[in-house]
């Protein structure tokens, strides 16, 4: 969906600003107002939904469900596996410990990450394309979850979770920028807008798809 909002954004004031200087900085205005508009009306929904009861019924079924599971084995292993974003506390930071997950680690990083590219450039796509096929995160949060009892623990998930939001924050900062200057000067614009597009295909559509396996399966 932002794929696409971008894209009619920019149709949009292609038709309706002139393209000199004054017509391209009222486009970047129009561009930085939007994703605020989007940015407030995602943080409030956020807050809104869970006091909908819909979404209370379903906290109080998933945490009988949890208490059930618990005590039909005897013990907390069913908590205890689920190390990872989902999960909703651990044994040194409670409830925070998913917050601080995203918030502090994942999305930090992905700022560093993205901040990286001004310090340190990559000028070859095929590395840069190598370097996200050659990250083996999966294979990593799989032993957070199944491997040595060293590996289930709080430190080793958060320190993946630091490196998967910087790799990812540096590598998509970097073939974003290296997409539109690898094709002609005329079709730069188009290519930019293409690899934004694609970029949010694999989050929201590839990305959640495979989430949602992750969590059957696992």
Known sequence: MLGILVLLLRILTKAVYPQDPDGLRKCVNLYFAVGIVVMVICAVSYNVAYTL???KFREERKAQALL???QENGSLTGLEENILADRDEDQLLGYWFPVLLMAAAFNVFDLVGKSLTAVFMLVDEKTAVGGCIARLFYSLFWGCLHGP????TEIPVAI??????LTNGYLTSVLMILAPKSVPLKHSETAGIVSALFLVIGLAASGSVLAWFWVIWF
């Open 53 to 55: 009861p819909v979404i």
């Open 68 to 70: 059930k599971e618990s």
């Open 149 to 152: 009892m060293f590996l289930r």
């Open 160 to 165: 993946l979770t630091c490196l998967l939001g």
